[in-house]
């Protein structure tokens, strides 16, 4: 039976201006059909033509034009309205239901049937106990989102496209059917001379070419015929395969239904909603667009940053060095176009969002910079520390999510070729997850290592260093308003944000006092620092004015988008815990009453708010432990 069809497409597509090499045969595995060698013919040379396919025997939204299913959907929706991809599908299907009234009968038929729920192997023909090799990957997500889509698309069409009795023969099995023919097997409408339209073509023939990254062919247009022709001799037997091109095995399993072990063009998915999209692209357009900018300053515009992408990857360039130190030249991590870039627009804060302006800034990321390095502290800026941890975060919480479910899977063993597959898949994203968070994490360990003085502030410097009179009436006041002095009994008792913002207070007293000395390991930082944050913040109320509850408007000020209401409360339990401490100890930094206002511990609140960054607690045992709130001491780059 499948030999007569194979047969009768071969007939049919020579017939019509097709062309097969005679040393070539349709063959069938489990998987489909494919192309191959004949067993007993010559090798083929470079050069040969394997297959050609006339433009009239392709089938896209061209021939959806002349269509039953065109004109119904124009007469009852409008053309501006119709979806070309869908038109195509709902295209196939008419001729699918034609039968062997249709021109294209022979090549629908040795295409896999609707009725055969093995015949693809893409996810969404998969059975649950398949499915559950999935769980917890990006793929599981996008698969079950891919059904929602194509269901939302399939109603909307049959509303518009079927009345009556007609419609029990347009069912969600034949949508999908069409669906994942035309994303398995189709072309982009680039691939047609002088084709303009955004749609995808499917070219008989030419799509019994299996993918194999390694494959060397040519594709070569000849008298409005797509030809396929081969660049390296192909033996006896051997199957013959075209080359897609590097395509990640998420790409190839959601569209094709296939995977390759160690693929060379492996990705883990990454991406930003549309809505942090469209924050993303309107940052940089007002930047673009600012007149107040000096040309030299201004980012240059390549064509690949004119929008920003939603979907975005990163992979590893070689093997992942899990085991020795990682030198920046020897990064193997990398990340897509500009994502790093757009990344830490994403994450900027207010001060850093107004600094930009629609300049460049002193420590913000190059157009080109597809990998996290940092030569020296001089490179680190609290953005790209922010992007660094967030990262961290980010790909840790994926690799967690694919462990967890891994735990489901230990004492299964793949029973099927779908099963095989997504075990294959689940093994490459763990390999480029591991590969990439090793080097994050040992950039992280270094940063740490030379923190504070790099800017980086975590709950045990300001315990410990600093002005010795910082110090001691710091941790006197912590007593009382935590009940201990101990770094990690403050985090158990979620008190990080009271003492950076109780210490930001004694530190901006004591410059307004005493003055600070500059021979603690912050040395110079802690000086520059707090200028910086009085040019960049304005300096604080001195007086303990009343505080309205709206935000202030000036441009300088209103960069804290916090709640006024319940700053206030938090400000006022602060002074209360400064006033016991001050009953106690008469004489420390905190009995100047004139100068700890309500506004200067607001101030202070919003300040650590702003210019602290969460990352992972590089010393931590357990996934489950907390995370790490440190402060980062950004100062102009030229002045550290």
Same mark, same amino acid.
């Given at each position: 039976m499948e030999s007569r069809m194979s047969e009768a497409f071969e007939e049919w597509f020579v017939a019509n201006g097709g062309y097969i090499n005679p040393s070539a045969e349709v063959s069938r595995s489990e998987l489909g059909n494919y192309l191959r060698v004949r067993p007993k013919s010559s090798t083929l040379e470079p050069g040969s033509t394997i297959v050609s396919c006339p433009r009239t025997l392709t089938i896209s939204f061209a021939n959806v034009r002349v269509s039953p299913v065109f004109s119904t959907m124009i007469l009852n929706v409008g053309i501006e309205s119709i979806d070309r991809i869908v038109l195509t599908r709902l295209f196939l299907i008419e001729q699918y239901l034609l039968g062997k009234e249709s021109f294209w009968w022979p090549y629908i038929q040795i295409l896999p049937q609707p009725d055969n729920n093995y015949a693809f192997h893409t996810p969404l023909w998969y059975e649950a106990e398949d499915l559950l090799w999935l769980q917890g990957t990006n793929l599981g997500k996008a698969t079950v989102a891919r059904q929602?889509?194509?269901?939302?698309?399939?109603?909307?069409?049959?509303?518009?496209?079927?009345?009556?009795?007609?419609? =029990?023969?347009?069912?969600?099995?034949?949508?999908?059917?069409?669906?994942t023919v035309i994303s398995s097997r189709t072309f982009p409408?680039?691939?047609?001379?002088? /084709?303009?339209?955004?749609?995808?073509?499917?070219?008989?023939?030419?799509?019994? *070419?299996?993918?194999?990254?390694?494959?060397?062919?040519?594709?070569?247009?000849? %008298?409005?015929?797509?030809?396929?022709?081969? #660049?390296?001799?192909?033996?006896?037997?051997?199957?013959?395969? %075209?080359n897609y091109g590097p395509k990640s095995n998420e790409e190839l399993f959601m569209g094709y239904g296939f995977c390759i072990a160690d693929n060379p063009a492996d990705t883990f998915g990454l991406g930003f909603s549309k809505a942090v999209s469209k924050r993303i692209q309107t940052t940089k357009n007002a930047r673009q667009s600012n007149k107040g900018s000096?040309?030299?300053?201004?980012?240059?515009? /390549?064509?690949?940053?004119?929008?920003?992408a939603e979907q975005h990857w990163v992979r590893l360039k070689g093997s992942p060095m899990l085991e020795s130190k990682i030198n920046a030249e020897q990064l193997q991590h990398e990340f897509s176009s500009n994502f790093l870039k757009h990344f830490s627009?994403?994450?900027? %804060?207010?001060?850093?969002?107004?600094?930009?302006?629609?300049?460049?800034?002193? %420590?913000?990321?190059?157009?080109?910079?597809n990998a996290i390095t940092f030569n020296d502290s001089i490179d680190l800026s609290r953005n790209k520390f922010h992007v660094l941890n967030a990262l961290?975060?980010?790909?840790?919480?994926?690799?967690?999510?694919?462990?967890?479910? #891994? !735990?489901?899977? *230990?004492?299964?063993?793949?029973?099927?070729?779908?099963?095989?597959?997504?075990?294959?898949? =689940?093994?490459?994203?763990?390999?480029?997850?591991?590969?990439?968070?090793a080097e994050l994490n040992q950039t992280l360990t270094t940063i740490f290592e030379d923190s504070p003085t790099n800017g980086v502030v975590q709950l045990e410097h300001i315990l410990t260093q600093g002005p010795k009179m910082l110090v001691k009436d710091f941790r006197s006041l912590l007593h009382v308003a935590v009940g201990t002095r101990d770094a990690e009994k403050i985090r158990q008792r979620g008190g990080v944000d009271c003492a950076f913002t109780l210490w930001l207070c004694c530190l901006w007293v004591l410059r307004e006092t005493t003055g600070l000395d500059d021979e603690t390991l912050l040395g110079s930082r802690l000086v520059l620092w707090l200028d910086f944050l009085n040019h960049t913040y304005g300096c604080p109320?001195?007086?303990?004015?009343?505080?309205?509850?709206?935000?202030?408007?000036?441009?300088? !000020?209103? =960069?804290?988008?916090? #709640?006024?209401?319940?700053? *206030?409360?938090i400000a006022e339990s602060y002074l209360k815990a400064i006033a016991a401490t001050v009953e106690k100890h008469p004489k420390s930094l905190y009995s100047n009453k004139a100068s700890i206002?309500?506004?200067?511990?607001?101030?202070?609140?919003n300040i650590v708010r702003e210019e602290g960054i969460r990352c992972p607690n590089t010393n931590r045992k357990a996934v489950e432990e907390e995370d790490e709130y440190v402060l980062f001491l950004e100062v102009p780059r030229q002045q550290t």
């Open positions: 929602v889509e194509w269901k939302r698309e399939f109603e909307d069409a049959m509303r518009y496209l079927c009345t009556g009795s007609e419609q =029990r023969f347009w069912t969600w099995q034949l949508y999908l059917w069409s669906a409408s680039s691939a047609l001379p002088k /084709e303009h339209l955004d749609s995808p073509v499917l070219i008989p023939g030419l799509d019994l *070419l299996n993918h194999s990254p390694t494959a060397k062919v040519a594709w070569v247009w000849s %008298n409005n015929t797509c030809n396929i022709e081969i #660049d390296e001799p192909l033996y006896p037997e051997g199957e013959i395969f %075209n000096l040309l030299q300053d201004r980012e240059p515009l /390549e064509a690949d940053d004119l929008q920003v627009i994403a994450l900027e %804060n207010r001060r850093e969002n107004h600094q930009h302006n629609g300049r460049k800034p002193s %420590n913000g990321w190059s157009i080109s910079q961290i975060m980010l790909l840790e919480k994926s690799r967690a999510e694919i462990r967890q479910h #891994d !735990t489901l899977l *230990l004492n299964k063993k793949a029973a099927n070729q779908r099963q095989k597959d997504a075990a294959t898949y =689940r093994s490459g994203q763990l390999t480029i997850l591991d590969g990439t968070l109320p001195p007086t303990q004015d009343e505080l309205s509850i709206t935000q202030p408007q000036d441009p300088r !000020t209103d =960069r804290f988008a916090s #709640d006024a209401a319940a700053d *206030l409360m206002t309500v506004s200067l511990m607001i101030w202070c609140l």
